[in-house]
């Protein structure tokens, strides 16, 4: 009895002794499946956010960027040809700014150097990009162009709103209207709708580019710095727009049946679509403002129309009166006839005008706006003097 009982005694005290490395044991086992089911958790997520954005997309996102920065500047950045034909008007817009507040950036063609010899203004003097690329209208190689001024403009972390801009266009107000116009909101604008017309979308881009998130709008944007971002660095998307958007030359009978075989190419012009596309894809079109802030007129005589060259029409002197600019500054909505879409153009703290910049605007047409005080005082005696 006395050994049974001894046995069991001692077989308690010994399962007594035990329970402790068994708990433990038990407690490891656990943690290394909890570990395991989190780490599970995390990677399927990870995988659920990259696999629905094209790969590529996803390590963009890990930039260091929001950082504290206390200097707001605006990056304009200036898309042109060779030089900048309405640089007396911009000299006196940007002299009438806080030079705390912005910064200037130019794309010219390859080797041309802003200095004395091209303008008179010291605005931009040296901001060219010296990366340039050679640009064809109409080709990709346009929003190349675009991408490599984003990028450049990122580099300064102050900067936080990005303006493009053409040669051609001019401001409607002083720089401080347009500062705290933009500083009011942190969306971008981006004209971008559902183009029901034209066919422009090349079915080869399925499935890489969705045909539900093509979109078309005006060139001329305006980004808060998360959207420049994601056009700035963009590989997965671009490549693309290089190789399945591309304008269709103008038909041209001299050349005979390779032009005709031209004809039958799918007709696409990139820097229409590429951002307002790119940026349905990343699912931000709710942070944006689905507007351009640059206002343009276009022909729509059947006459131009016929010609396939469709311009938005240059403002000579005679149609830049005061009365013709209210009347632009005074268009508080817009209409997207494809969409049955108004947008209105209030935002939180501006009087609601839609527009900030108009362009195509020639020399006299900016000299006009310049006299008038559009800008900013003006003083002819002093216009390219006393900067400090
Ligand atoms: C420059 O920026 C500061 C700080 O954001 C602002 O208070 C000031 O009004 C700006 N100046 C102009 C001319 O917009
Ligand atoms: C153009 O094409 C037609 C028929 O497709 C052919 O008969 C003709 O020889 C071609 N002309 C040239 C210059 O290639
Ligand atoms: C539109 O184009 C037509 C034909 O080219 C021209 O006659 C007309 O003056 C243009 N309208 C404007 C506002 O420029
Ligand atoms: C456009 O939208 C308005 C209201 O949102 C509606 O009343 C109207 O019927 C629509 N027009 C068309 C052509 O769909």
């Not at 802003?114 to 109409?138: A, C, H, I, K, P």
């Not at 909101?185 to 709708?193: Q, Y």
């Not at 030359?249 to 049946?257: A, E, I, K, Y």
Request: net charge neutral; hydrophobic share 35%; proline share 5%.
């Amino acid at each position: 009895m006395t050994v049974k009982k001894r046995s069991v005694a001692s077989s308690a005290a010994a399962s007594r002794r035990q329970i402790p490395a068994f708990v433990s044991k038990f407690v490891i086992s656990l943690l290394i499946i909890f570990c395991f089911v989190a780490f599970c958790g995390l990677f399927s997520q990870f995988k659920l956010q990259s696999s629905s954005l094209p790969t590529g997309f996803y390590f963009d996102d890990f930039r260091l960027h929001d950082y504290y920065n206390p200097v707001k500047k605006i990056a304009f950045l200036f898309l042109v040809r060779d030089n900048l034909p309405l640089d007396f008007l911009w000299h006196n817009f940007f002299k009438n700014a806080d030079p705390e507040n912005f910064t200037i950036y130019i794309h010219s063609k390859p080797g041309f150097v802003f200095d004395e010899s091209v303008t008179r203004s010291v605005f931009f003097y040296n901001r060219q990009l010296e990366n340039s690329v050679e640009v064809g209208w109409g080709k990709p190689t346009m929003i190349e162009a675009e991408k490599l001024l984003f990028k450049a403009a990122l580099d300064d972390p102050s900067n936080q709103i990005f303006v493009l801009l053409s040669d051609s266009c001019v401001p409607l107000y002083d720089f401080s209207h347009i500062y705290t116009y933009l500083m009011s909101s942190p969306r971008s604008f981006v004209d971008g709708f559902i183009d029901f017309k034209e066919n422009r979308y090349n079915p080869e881009m399925s499935p890489d580019i969705p045909e539900d998130k093509w979109r078309k709008g005006s060139q001329w944007i305006t980004l808060a710095r998360k959207h420049a971002e994601m056009v700035a660095y963009d590989h997965v998307v671009f490549p693309i727009f290089e190789k399945h958007c591309k304008r269709r030359p103008l038909l041209d009978l001299s050349r005979g049946n390779e032009s005709l075989k031209e004809q039958q190419q799918h007709n696409c012009i990139p820097d229409e679509h590429y951002v307002p596309t790119l940026l349905s894809m990343r699912g931000v079109e709710d942070e944006l403002e689905r507007r351009t802030l640059t206002y343009s007129l276009w022909n729509q005589s059947t006459e131009t129309m016929n010609t396939q060259a469709w311009h938005p029409v240059t403002f000579g002197y005679a149609s830049a009166s005061q009365k013709h600019i209210q009347d632009i500054k005074d268009i508080d909505h817009i209409y997207f006839e494809s969409e049955n879409r108004t947008e209105w153009c209030g935002t939180k703290s501006s009087s609601g005008s839609c527009y900030l910049f108009a362009r195509k605007f020639s020399r006299g047409a900016a000299m006009r706006l310049l006299t008038n005080g559009v800008v900013g005082p003006y003083d002819p005696n002093t216009m390219f003097q006393d900067l400090t």
